[in-house]
């Protein structure tokens, strides 16, 4: 019994060793920009910019200055400040203002419930009433479109 065990366990080793081999030769996947940009982001003058309204904001800031998103790199780990950042996503989803899918909006329903458990009917009437704002969106539904090319 004990050899078996033993056998079981080099038989493991081995496999996650045969993995960690498998993954430090895989190829790195390409950046999808080309050269130009590669080199705009990699200046020391290089500005961050909001990824919900693309507003510029200081490179310490933990939260847009125009939308209120959490822009800093870890805004979301720290303590106290994740709580802000749930709630941005909260109000997103009752904006109506995000991509439209069946997983986005079973996303919102199941995160309102898991944050306000008792209270979450009340998140969920004015969820629906975000939803049923649809034409009014400025964020259009189906799949995102792509960027013509600059050559
Ligand atoms: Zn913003």
Redesign the pocket.
Known sequence: MQVAILVLVVLAAAGVMGLIGWVRRAAVAPEPWDANVAAELAREDAVPI?H????PHHAMSYF?P????P?GAYTNCMPFLYLFSIGHTLRIGTSGEFRRSPLTVAFFFLLGLAQYTLFVPVYWIVLLRGLTKRNQSRIPSGPVPSLPETK
């Open positions: 909001c919900r309204c693309l507003t847009c125009e939308c209120g998103a822009v």
